[in-house]
């Protein structure tokens, strides 16, 4: 992280990969015939089963669990249809950057 905090072009990267991670789950529900709740909710207990298994493995864990969180947020949401799955979507993202925004290292007193 940079002395200051992050800024919106890492902000912007990391939304993007959440989108796109979305995107992805929206054509794997068409494939497998699941609501998006549905493959949601696959999703979670899978990351779920992969964080238990690779309990070392704290990279992976974590970003496992920022793709997790993103797709709890949109649980609560319990949109159907693609349109409105994105634009739920679109605004989930865009509170985590701001969330993401807000985050600032305190100044270090010598």
Same mark, same amino acid.
């Given at each position: 992280?940079?002395?200051?905090?992050?800024?919106?072009?890492?902000?912007?990267? $990391?939304?993007?990969?959440?989108?796109?991670?979305? &995107?992805d *789950?929206? !054509? %794997?529900? #068409?494939?497998?015939?699941?609501?998006?709740?549905?493959?949601?909710?696959?999703?979670?207990?899978?990351?779920?089963?992969?964080?238990?298994?690779?309990?070392?493995?704290?990279?992976?864990?974590?970003? $496992?669990?920022?793709?997790?969180?993103?797709?709890? &947020?949109? *649980?609560? !949401? %319990?949109? #159907?249809?693609?349109?409105s799955?994105?634009?739920?979507?679109?605004?989930?993202?865009?509170?985590?950057?701001d969330?993401?925004?807000?985050?600032?290292?305190?100044?270090?007193?010598?």
């Amino acid at each position: 992280m940079p002395p200051s905090g992050f800024n919106s072009k890492q902000s912007t990267k $990391l939304t993007g990969f959440l989108y796109l991670c979305l &995107e992805d *789950l929206i !054509l %794997e529900a #068409s494939k497998k015939e699941l609501s998006y709740n549905e493959a949601m909710k696959q999703e979670i207990q899978n990351i779920d089963t992969i964080q238990t298994a690779n309990r070392e493995s704290h990279f992976e864990n974590h970003l $496992l669990e920022v793709v997790k969180f993103f797709y709890q &947020e949109l *649980l609560k !949401l %319990e949109t #159907s249809s693609t349109s409105s799955l994105k634009e739920s979507g679109r605004k989930v993202l865009n509170n985590l950057s701001d969330k993401i925004l807000d985050i600032h290292v305190p100044e270090i007193k010598k």
